[in-house]
């Protein structure tokens, strides 16, 4: 066997914790600057939007919901009207909430209906087509929180994501990469061919233009009469005929009887900060908490970021949390979620009791793994001058969702199904393997890992971050705020840094490129782990820390008011502050 770099990391070395090799980081742009606002998404067209709604007096949800709607066009593998989401919501006096948007499954769904008559899962049925989609809601979604806790018009923010679909983009770099590698599945659905690819079959390409007048009819239609227009109308019409005509089974009560739901976020204390984050039917919010509970009892900014001894708690703590994610926690109307328990300091002790400090801990069993690309949901950032927050993470789920557009309606369906358990024991599109709490059942929501979060210090608002990326949004978005609190980065280099995720199964270490010194990797190979040097980074996080870039200058008396990163592994992405 030739002597390679992931070989020889396999290697068992005898080597001792005398030092503490430090990771290997680029340097990072300084972050976006903002006296009155900050808006930080995926795409620069829909930054742009949110801080023209943030200039004209609308607040940071009124923002959010701009931002919402015109990424549904200008960033159409991610954003959506046809897929779902969440927003935390933090607003100037304090009050907090959650608004959970996510998909829910048809009322025809049935426990099985992704395995043949063998009991073995059918390839594709849940990431491909009609049969792969939940019940949209975006739309529902953004005019509660419009409702709510907006204060401009639905038209007023409608609009410019109206203009765009209807007079189209010029697509730059960053945009034509999103669209290039999902040309053959666009292909197979003609209605979503005739919209994203140009008559050669091509995707379109820098410097071309993508209109959508179908998307802009739909858009101009909620925009009127709001989101009947989609749930009850037209809309609805045409996507239920769709999908009984291809296979799938949404039915008219399945849009008819959908509901948001508002609920209260969770919360927990790390080091002084408050984090306020998603809770069931995302993951996201308590896995972050119980891997925090857990890393408090480390001394992280003495055992710096990037060593092994700091890897090696993190990988624990993550592994842990993860079996506690695939087993235990699913849609709360449905399953009852132990999250008191798993956000006690006392279990999250107990778990440090069980990490030995020299040696890697082993998880029960090997399972394949199923991690693809990472730029299928999208994030955004959003703060305004009375420092109203907003965090949303929504999604189509996989890259254009099921890679569907229903009749004229110009709107992408999401394939959100696939993240039910087809069958305990069976890893889904990001290789986890998860139980009977996220079996499919009628109406009942996938279990997430989307993490729109709010960090608060001494009652006001302090970080706002979170990213796409699968199971890999909890390790994405926990780093990042590690990054700021222990490691002392600055917004941009918490975000830029290079990432490590270990999510039990497969028991693997997932290292980015050039993430770990080679003497790191030899210290953590010698204490048994197995490390995937992966050729790929992921996730895209947003993220906004305020009344300075990092920690020491606002421990100084601060720097900008906002300080705004958008991850630099998302091409088309843009920070703007005002
Ligand atoms: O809700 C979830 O956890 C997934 N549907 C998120 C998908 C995702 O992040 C894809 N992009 N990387």
């Not at 960053?174 to 690819?197: E, H, N, Y």
């Amino acid at each position: 066997m030739p002597l390679t770099r992931r070989t020889l990391i396999a290697v068992s070395l005898s080597l001792t914790f005398a030092f503490t090799p430090a990771a290997v980081f680029a340097a990072s742009p300084t972050p976006a600057k903002g006296e009155h606002g900050m808006v930080v998404t995926a795409q620069h067209l829909a930054t742009e939007v949110g801080v023209d709604v943030l200039k004209k007096g609308g607040n940071a949800v009124d923002a959010a919901v701009a931002v919402g709607y015109a990424l549904a066009v200008v960033y159409p593998n991610a954003g959506n009207i046809g897929g779902g989401g969440f927003m935390t919501v933090r607003m100037k006096d304090g009050r907090t909430t959650f608004l959970d948007f996510r998909e829910r499954a048809p009322l025809a769904a049935t426990k099985t209906m992704y395995l043949d008559k063998d009991g073995k899962p059918i390839k594709g049925a849940s990431l491909d087509g009609y049969l792969a989609v939940g019940v949209p809601g975006s739309v529902a979604g953004f005019e509660m929180a419009r409702e709510k806790y907006g204060t401009l018009s639905r038209q007023d923010l409608m609009a410019p994501a109206i203009a765009y679909a209807k007079d189209g983009f010029v697509l730059n770099q960053g945009d034509a990469a999103t669209f290039a590698g999902s040309a053959d599945r666009l292909a197979k659905d003609p209605a979503a061919a005739a919209i994203f690819l140009k008559k050669d079959g091509k995707p379109y390409g820098i410097g071309e233009k993508l209109v959508q007048p179908g998307l802009a009819a739909s858009l101009s239609a909620i925009s009127e009469k709001g989101p009947d227009a989609f749930y009850k109308g037209t809309i609805a019409d045409e996507i239920v005929k769709a999908s009984g005509a291809k296979g799938g089974i949404l039915a008219k009560g399945d849009f008819e009887q959908y509901a948001v739901r508002e609920l209260k976020p969770v919360t927990c204390s790390y080091r002084g900060y408050e984090i306020i984050s998603s809770p069931p039917p995302s993951s996201g919010g308590v896995i972050i908490c119980e891997i925090l509970n857990v890393l408090e009892g480390y001394p992280l900014s003495y055992l710096r970021a990037g060593s092994a001894e700091t890897v090696h708690v993190m990988v624990e703590a993550m592994r842990h949390a993860y079996v506690d994610r695939n087993s235990a926690l699913g849609d709360p109307d449905f399953v009852d979620n132990p999250v008191s328990k798993l956000l006690d300091k006392n279990y999250a002790k107990d778990i440090r009791d069980k990490i030995d400090p020299f040696r890697a801990g082993v998880s029960k069993e090997l399972m394949p793994k199923g991690f693809g690309e990472s730029k299928e949901t999208t994030h955004y950032s959003i703060i305004d001058k009375d420092g109203n927050a907003v965090a949303v993470t929504y999604t189509l789920n996989g890259s254009f969702g099921a890679g569907v557009v229903a009749g004229g309606t110009g709107i992408l369906l999401n394939n959100e199904m696939d993240d039910f358990t087809q069958k305990p024991g069976v890893p889904n599109l990001y290789g986890l393997v998860q139980g009977e709490a996220n079996a499919i059942q009628p109406k009942k929501t996938p279990l997430s890992s989307m993490s729109p979060t709010i960090v608060t210090k001494d009652g006001n608002p302090f970080m706002v971050i979170g990213s796409p990326g699968g199971s890999r949004i909890i390790t994405i978005t926990l780093e990042a705020i590690v990054n700021v609190i222990d490691h002392g980065m600055d917004i941009q280099q918490a975000i830029d840094a290079p990432r490590i995720h270990h999510q039990w199964l497969p028991d693997t270490v997932y290292v980015e490129p050039f993430g770990l010194s080679p003497d790191t990797e030899k210290l953590l190979a010698a204490m048994g782990y197995h490390l995937d040097l992966s050729d790929q980074t992921w996730g895209q996080a947003a993220g906004i820390l305020v009344g300075g870039k990092s920690l020491a200058e606002i421990e100084k008396g601060g720097g900008a008011r906002y300080n705004g990163a958008i991850d630099s592994r998302a091409a088309a992405g843009e920070a703007l502050g005002y």
